[in-house]
């Protein structure tokens, strides 16, 4: 019989279970009572599952894999068949086509998707984030679609052009309907602040099912090729297994926020039980419709406009006088079946949950009968007064449930209503010629010259007034009582509309912009994320324009790497064979997917904590990349391994931005709007590659001419490219932490006297980027037991001073490195506090101090005082904007659960000693 003195685990307690038992002095480790071991299995999860699977991802994870894998192996195989038609619909073999028709074609199919890109992310890049399931399902539907025109194109040969530029506008709505909606399924799957690792890990699961898929199509094809009814039989089953899979794969989600769908069964589900039961998060998502939408009486509008033409004077009163001390209003549009929801610019996330759940109420009471005789307004006014005690409930049922209250996808406008109580004083003013004004509650702001004006609409639709056009003389306009203001987005008397009274009618007067605004609007409209400014980070417009300097350089790159791949390959060239150059290319693309699952698993738990340093190299590695492939002709019989290692850092540049692109969409999106980030972001890169196409096509030609020229053009670009993306990375400004600004800021409050926390500027600007930040003691967090420096002694040491904590520090002199080892139940601010107490306890230790006793002091009176004085480090860096709700520590998933009588006393426990 030995004594226990810790449990260690990774992921799930029961299967990954270590035990240590002193012996001679020293840890000695067992897993599950016997020796440690290591096999297919465990290695199978670290390379192709998120560290600590699967306690570190959502209870749907792996059901959701199973079935998107099965799907993208249905849709890669169906995309070979789609090629080969669409080949041969180009002409590939036949005599009769040139290289240039079959070119032109090539590059109008991928322009029409480059503009379907941009129009759908406009017209349906908000309801992305509120509608995912819906979307994600309709997206894979119309890929099934896109691939049924492609293999349809070449039996039509007079409308082949048409039926691919269809396909490829039905394929751009498949593009943006996935960026959008995957960032934020990753992030429901990240559980443990680990977004960037598990898109890492998704990515290499993906190119282990394109692998698959394409070894599949490499066997198949030669079979079903020369036939076209087993090739149609092929295409339809896995057109089939590959929508019921996606079906499926939505259907196994159990997202813990709520959206519209969702929100509505969970309240309705409420109000039918009395008021005693909240529905279970997998019975709401259950019940969610993936395919159709929702059936109801009363559709919720949350952040919408005022409808003016529905509401008059009294309505305006009664709606004040029921709101006045809350932060929304609701209208009730009987006609349209329509409840609106009136936002006031300080309006919280509670108040937006607060005002969806008062609007259900109310559309819940007007469908029952009893109610049915009532006045709405009166009716407004009961659920109004009983909302605190029905709101309180279902929130505490809800969260008993498991629901998330932080975030919300209800698809809320970015539309503000500010109510102006009591209604201002009648105001004139006086337009001189060539001059025009911007309304303000406050005053009239002077825009001066310019070719704005202002529109008059009294509500009703009669008497419209408008001046639109520059007054020849002094205009006197008679503006009434201001009685409330709308404002979209930014709060400027720019982006702003007033709503008076006069004569008893709602007047809305309003800046209707012309000329160069309206084009910088409809610019906005098409490529920014609703509510720009306000609804993204306020780094967000100088990173993206950075971001577009960047692709715009490298999409010009690629296109001169592309052009010596092709000339590499043999092109032009008799003596090289089609099937060479096939060859080459599917060896290349094989070593590079490879590429990606071994870096996805040596390195996709760094991409959270090291984003920008990590974003920089890949650029590095992209420019890397492209030279390779630009020399490649060079090479001669060495061209297949350049472009196989050029393959291998491109390996690395994807699996890269797909474990930070999240992480950064997440930063950005500071409304919920993290799929309408995404879907805009997409669109301002589709930009970015047009123009980068169109300057290719003026430029190479020219640069052919000259290799000096070629060059020149190159370094410029590649210089430009690496600026542009060192100047994008210094302008982000993240509001968590990770293990540098974390060190920073600590530090800084430290020096400071424990009085104040550099801003998230100072310390962003701190931060390196090309460089890791120097130390000389290094912090792990989330650390196995370091079995082979613990001591007796170190135990008892570590046990008594941190019996209290879900966490324990331990000071490793010979390798410099702090451990910060914690329990099962440490949660966020645990963490974040028990760095804190490393950090601090680094700070008293002097450059190669050996005194193990001294450092024992400077441990015990550290923790003594790091309570009170965390307390004050959080309090003080709150008000400077930091947030402690998420944080990217670099922390491994190991917990470990000392047995701290075992170890001070020496009792004894039932394990068997091998």
């Known amino acids: 019989m030995t004594s226990i003195v810790a449990e260690e685990y990774c992921g799930t307690p029961s299967k990954q279970k270590h035990v240590f038992i002193l012996r001679n002095d020293r840890l000695v480790k067992f897993k599950n009572g016997r020796k440690r071991q290591y096999g297919f299995g465990s290695f199978f999860n670290e390379v192709f599952f998120p560290e600590g699977y699967p306690h570190s991802v959502s209870k749907d994870y792996l059901s959701y894999q199973i079935y998107d894998t099965i799907q993208a192996f249905c849709s890669s195989v169906n995309g070979t068949i789609a090629t080969q038609s669409i080949m041969q619909g180009l ?156 079906y499926c794969a939505v259907r196994s989600l159990s997202l813990e926020t709520f959206n519209a769908a969702r929100f509505h069964v969970a309240v309705k589900a409420f109000m039918n039980s009395g008021c005693t039961n909240v529905p279970s998060v997998r019975e709401v998502n259950l019940r969610e419709p993936v395919v159709l939408s929702l059936p109801r009486r009363w559709v919720l509008s949350i952040g919408s406009r005022l409808p003016k033409s529905k509401l008059t004077s009294q309505d305006c009163a009664t709606l004040k006088d029921i709101y006045e001390k809350d932060l929304y ?36 009471r007007l469908s029952e009968r009893k109610y049915a005789s009532m006045v709405t307004f009166d009716l407004m006014r009961d659920v109004h007064n009983e909302l605190p005690e029905l709101f309180g409930r279902f929130c505490k049922l809800a969260k008993a449930e498991g629901w998330d209250f932080s975030r919300n996808y ?16 009648t105001r004139t003013t006086v337009c001189k010629p060539r001059e025009w004004y911007s309304i303000s509650v406050s005053s009239l702001v002077k825009m001066g010259h310019g070719v704005e004006s202002v529109e008059i609409t009294i509500a009703d639709g009669s008497d419209v007034e408008a001046l639109n056009e520059p007054p020849s003389a002094e205009v006197e306009i008679e503006m009434g009582k201001i009685i409330a203001e709308e404002i979209c987005g930014e709060e400027s008397s720019k982006n702003k509309t007033v709503f008076t009274l006069t004569d008893d009618k709602i007047v809305a007067i309003k800046n209707e912009k012309r000329g160069s605004l309206a084009l910088r609007n409809f610019f906005y409209a098409i490529f920014l994320p609703e509510g720009f400014p306000a609804s993204v980070s306020s780094d967000y417009g100088t990173f993206q324009i950075f971001n577009t300097v960047a692709d715009f350089c490298s999409g010009v790159m690629g296109t001169i790497a592309t052009q010596s791949i092709m000339q590499g390959l043999g092109v032009g060239a008799t003596a090289t064979t089609a099937l060479a150059a096939t060859m080459t290319l599917i060896l290349k693309d094989g070593i590079g997917m490879i590429g990606r699952i071994i870096f996805a698993w040596a390195k996709g738990t760094n991409l959270d904590y090291e984003l920008k340093r990590w974003k920089i190299r890949a650029d590095i590695l992209n420019n890397l990349a492209i030279f390779l492939e630009v020399i490649s002709p060079l090479a001669g019989t060495n061209f297949l391994y350049v472009v196989c290692f050029s393959a291998l850092l491109r390996a690395v540049i994807g699996v890269t931005v797909a474990g930070i692109k999240p992480a950064i969409l997440q930063h950005q999106a500071q409304r919920n709007n993290i799929g309408d980030v995404a879907a805009h972001n997409s669109s301002q890169e589709t930009l970015a590659a047009i123009a980068a196409l169109i300057v290719s096509l003026c430029v190479m030609p020219f640069l052919t001419l000259s290799p000096w020229l070629s060059w020149s053009v190159f370094v410029c670009l590649v210089v430009l490219h690496l600026v542009a993306n060192y100047c994008g990375l210094r302008s982000l400004f993240f509001q968590t932490f990770n293990p540098v600004r974390f060190h920073i800021a600590v530090r800084g409050f430290l020096q400071s006297g424990k009085t104040h926390v550099p801003s998230m500027r100072d310390v962003n600007m701190r931060e390196p980027i090309l460089a890791t930040f120097p130390r000389k003691w290094q912090i792990s967090v989330g650390d196995p037991v370091p079995k082979h420096v613990l001591s007796t002694e170190n135990l008892s040491a570590i046990c008594l001073l941190y019996e209290d904590e879900p966490y324990a520090l331990f000071l490793d002199k010979h390798s410099h490195r702090l451990h910060v080892m914690l329990a099962s139940r440490a949660d966020q601010e645990d963490i974040l506090k028990g760095v804190f107490e490393a950090e601090y306890i680094l700070s008293f230790l002097k450059e190669g101090s050996e005194d193990i006793k001294a450092t024992a002091d400077i441990m015990q009176q550290c923790h003594e005082v790091v309570h009170e004085m965390f307390g004050s480090f959080k309090k003080i860096a709150e008000l400077q904007g930091w947030t402690f709700r998420h944080a990217s520590m670099g922390i491994r998933e190991y917990r470990v659960n000392w047995r701290t009588t075992s170890v001070m006393n020496g009792n004894t426990a039932h394990v068997k000693d091998p």
Not at 333 to 362: S, Y
Request: hydrophobic share 55%.
């Open 329 to 364: 209003s609701l209208f009730v549009d009987n006609e349209k079946g329509r409840i609106f929801v009136f936002l006031a610019p300080l309006a919280t996330q509670e108040d937006v949950i607060r005002a969806g759940f008062e609007a259900e109420v109310v559309g819940y």
């Open 91 to 246: 002409g590939v073999g036949a005599e009769a086509t040139t290289a240039l028709a079959a070119t032109m074609t090539w590059v109008l199919k991928d322009g029409m998707g480059m503009i379907g890109r941009i129009v759908f992310a406009w017209a349906q890049g908000t309801d992305l984030d509120c509608d995912l399931k819906r979307w994600r399902l309709r997206a894979d539907i119309l890929n099934d679609v896109s691939m049924f025109l492609d293999v349809c194109s070449s039996n039509f040969g007079g409308f082949f052009v048409h039926i691919v530029c269809a396909s490829a506008l039905l394929k751009a709505i498949v593009v943006i309907a996935g960026l959008g909606t995957r960032p934020a399924i990753i992030q429901h799957q990240a559980r443990r602040n680990n977004i960037g690792d598990v898109a890492a890990k998704d990515s290499s699961q993906e190119t282990l099912v394109n692998l698959a898929a394409l070894v599949t199509s490499l066997v198949i094809m030669p079979i079903i090729a020369p036939s076209k009814w087993m090739s149609w039989f092929a295409f339809f089953l896995l057109a089939a297994v590959h929508i019921i899979a996606n």
């Open 410 to 425: 209800l698809g809320v406008k970015e539309w503000k209503v500010n109510w102006i109580v009591p209604p201002s004083e």
